[in-house]
């Protein structure tokens, strides 16, 4: 919905919507994020039932975040939820802080006080909910991303594409659209989160995920392939069968290494946020070799000295070095 829109429905003399207002007339009432309501068929049951809890706490976390409490207390709140899920909730808080911020014509702050509170240990997913924000207001998509950071920032691009990917399944999974407007490195990670957002899609079906891929151009299913690794790793991959599965399509379009960095990634991101999950566990070790200790390790080792090649940029040359480091390694 446009500006103006919003304003006739609580325009005031003073200038601005009030928070109350903005909540009741357009951020609490999101479009459905469970499967069935997106029309996401298939997949094993218990498949269904994580990725539905997933997206459940996502919304939890978004909804809390609406109450425009101090950031401390919000984080206080979204630390009681189970570690599993507790990623998802950070994620939907920092969308909806971000919402709140581009809707308000005063405080404009919210998204980054959350970030530099005890919420910073999930940076990554704080960043990434920060793409579903830029999703509901792209303009300047890109710019907007790296300005709030020059490595972690891109991570709001994967967020960007994993939104399209999930709310926007015809035009971006089924038609293969890319966003107009960026760079080709931006698009790159657009796809690393299109890539995410196909294990909901497809409810974690190893077939059915190859399958979507391979319609794809073969230059973007290396990202592709990277955002499914990471999402299963991260939200939950069924059972060894299914990555084993996963592993050989992967290895099949030349994207191992890729798949195998997007695991990385998820490990990280768990570690760095205090949030393991068993899942989580499983996946870093049948898939990589390693605990996901070690592999975050690894991911942080790489992000602190990323030395990029000719037009890289921080983001691609961090992923570059840590597809080598695991090429290296004997565990992969």
């Given at each position: 919905?446009?500006?103006?829109?919003?304003?006739?429905?609580?325009?005031?003399g003073s200038g601005f919507l009030s928070a109350q207002r903005l909540r009741t007339t357009i951020l609490s009432r999101p479009p459905a994020s469970d499967l069935a309501s997106r029309?996401?068929?298939?997949?094993?049951?218990?498949?269904?039932d994580r990725l539905d809890r997933a997206a459940a706490t996502f919304m939890q976390g978004y909804r809390l975040a609406l109450r425009d409490v101090q950031p401390q207390e919000l984080t206080v709140?979204?630390?009681?939820?189970?570690?599993?899920?507790?990623?998802?909730?950070?994620?939907?808080a920092a969308m909806a802080l971000a919402l709140l911020d581009k809707l308000s014509f005063s405080r404009r702050d919210r998204?980054?006080?959350?970030?530099?509170?005890?919420a910073k240990r999930h940076i990554y997913m704080i960043h990434v909910g920060f793409g579903w924000a830029l999703a509901r207001f792209p303009w300047k998509v890109e710019k907007q991303a790296v300005s709030s950071h020059a490595l972690l920032g891109w991570l709001a691009l994967d967020g960007f594409g994993f939104h399209q990917g999930f709310f926007r399944t015809s035009s971006y999974v089924e038609r293969r659209k890319r966003p107009r407007g960026l760079s080709s490195s931006a698009l790159r990670v657009v796809d690393q989160g299109l890539g995410r957002s196909l294990w909901f899609v497809k409810v974690a079906d190893p077939r059915r995920i190859a399958e979507t891929i391979s319609r794809f151009d073969s230059s973007r299913r290396p990202d592709l392939w990277?955002?499914?690794?990471?999402?299963c790793a991260y939200a939950g991959a069924p059972d060894a069968g299914h990555m084993r599965a996963l592993i050989r399509g992967a290895e099949a379009t030349g994207a191992g290494l890729d798949f195998r960095q997007g695991v990385a990634f998820a490990a990280a991101a768990r570690e760095r946020a205090g949030n393991p999950a068993p899942h989580t566990e499983s996946a870093s070790r049948f898939i990589c070799g390693k605990?996901?200790?070690?592999?975050?390790?690894?991911?942080?080792?790489?992000?602190?000295?990323?030395s990029p090649k000719g037009s890289e940029t921080l983001y691609e040359a961090w992923r570059r070095g840590l597809r080598e480091a695991l090429a290296d390694s004997a565990g992969c």
């Open positions: 919905m446009q500006i103006q829109a919003l304003r006739q429905t609580g325009f005031s029309g996401f068929r298939g997949g094993e049951q218990a498949a269904r709140r979204l630390n009681r939820i189970e570690n599993a899920w507790r990623g998802f909730a950070f994620e939907g998204l980054v006080r959350f970030s530099r509170s005890q990277s955002g499914v690794g990471l999402a605990s996901p200790e070690e592999l975050s390790q690894l991911c942080e080792q790489v992000a602190q000295h990323p």
